[in-house]
């Protein structure tokens, strides 16, 4: 069992729960801007790294850099995504675009052609679908398997169109085809739609986010091997993955961040069943209130929220400090097991924790109260490495 060493109080001790418990629950760090969160939790994982926790930040301001030794990885510079590993509805929510069930499942299926067209038959091209047997097709979808998920993203659009085909309407009608012409109907009522994608597509952020000769000339790695590493097999260094290049899209972020917490907590799901080292890992998410949804219909889905119900059980804890209690659904605040508060001026604020008798309004940057299942409320200094301090 590990002392907290950076909580400490003016007698010089120091919590009674050791660090691995509070690493074993989820934990929140609440306080008003500049109050010490980020200086906090730096502290906290510089510790935690230092047991048997792996460590690993989605940081999007950077600032994490400053971990001893740490693993960094910007995405949008020498990390990308591939797009393979995406399905329809996850694509078409990081380019933010709104689509109707119908039009996900064109997507998925022109997804699914692209991948037969360079898997199955070695091309990096559209894959035709007008004259093509059932039967072909049939046999071509499959050979697929979850080694051939990648596909070039940038002939979605074309491709969408390949999907929109009928048979003749005529006595020369065959259904043994796919189609036998284009659906003109069906391409003009999604044309909007289809130009959406084609032009998301080509826009610079979404190029930097998944296109690898965006990068030519640098070293790149793709995000999802790179976590697939950190997440099986323990690593001293923290695995920074620095999200600062993408602040200009908020939702972009929020789509990114939900569906990184959702393909962690895969990766883990399948070594717990294969009975590999279930290791414990640390994720922080620092400033969440950027990335919680907003329509609480969405939370169901959301990587964050799916994380905090299910990733205990996957050896997984999440750390993610806020500015506001007030923009965290109710249904997320209860799965925190331990709150860390630093100054918090608003009343409301402390309601929504059940504390609102708690004087944090008397706190200092770097002071916070811990509060745990069980423990009464303890007021603290953080003690944090002087080349962290900013002044
Ligand atoms: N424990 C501490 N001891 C001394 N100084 C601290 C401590 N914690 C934070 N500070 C100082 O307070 C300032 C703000 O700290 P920090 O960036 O950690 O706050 P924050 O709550 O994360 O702010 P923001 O909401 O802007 O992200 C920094 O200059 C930092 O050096
Ligand atoms: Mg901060």
């Given at each position: 069992m590990t002392v907290i060493n950076c909580l400490q109080n003016s007698q010089g001790n120091h919590p009674s729960m050791s660090l691995e418990q509070l690493g074993a629950s989820h934990l929140l760090v609440v306080g008003q801007t500049g109050s010490g969160k980020t200086t906090t939790t730096l502290s906290l994982l510089d510790q935690l790294g230092r047991t048997t926790t792996a460590v690993i930040v989605l940081d999007p301001t950077g600032e994490y850099r400053a971990l001893p030794g740490s693993q960094h990885y910007v995405v949008g510079q020498n990390c990308f995504l591939d797009a393979g590993s995406w399905d329809g509805e996850e694509l078409l929510t990081a380019l933010q675009i709104s689509h109707d069930e119908r039009q996900r499942e064109l997507v998925d299926r022109a997804i699914q052609s692209l991948r037969i067209e360079l898997n199955i038959h070695h091309h990096r091209g559209l894959y035709r679908k007008i004259g093509r047997t059932t039967t072909e097709f049939s046999a071509d979808a499959s050979r697929l398997g979850s080694w051939s998920k990648s596909y070039p993203v940038s002939l979605l659009a074309d491709q969408l169109v390949e999907e929109m085909i009928i048979p003749f309407e005529n006595q020369h009608a065959d259904y043994h085809f796919l189609g036998q012409q284009y659906d003109r109907q069906l391409i003009s009522r999604q044309w909007e739609f289809i130009s959406t994608i084609r032009h998301r597509l080509v826009s610079r952020d979404f190029r930097e986010l998944f296109d690898v000769s965006s990068h030519s000339g640098r070293v790149c790695y793709e995000l999802h091997f790179v976590l697939q590493m950190y997440l099986t097999k323990r690593s001293n260094k923290p695995l920074i993955v620095d999200?600062?290049?993408?602040?200009?899209?908020g939702s972009v972020q929020r789509a990114l961040i939900s569906q990184l917490l959702n393909e962690m907590l895969v990766i883990r799901q399948r070594s717990a069943r294969a009975k590999e080292d279930m290791f414990p890992v640390e994720l922080v998410i620092d400033e969440a209130h950027r990335y919680l949804p907003v329509d609480q219909r969405q939370l169901a889905d959301n990587g964050v929220f799916r994380l905090l119900r299910e990733g205990r059980k996957a050896g997984l804890s999440l750390l993610i400090t806020t500015?506001?209690?007030?923009?965290?659904p109710d249904r997320l605040?209860?799965?925190?097991a331990t709150v860390l508060i630093h100054h918090l001026a608003s009343v409301d604020e402390l309601s929504y924790l059940h504390y609102q008798q708690l004087p944090t309004i008397e706190l200092s940057t770097g002071e916070v109260f811990l509060l745990h299942h069980g423990l009464s409320p303890q007021k603290w200094q953080v003690i944090a490495p002087p080349q962290w301090l900013k002044h």
């Open positions: 999200l600062s290049h993408l602040t200009e899209a500015q506001s209690t007030l923009d965290l605040r209860s799965q925190f």
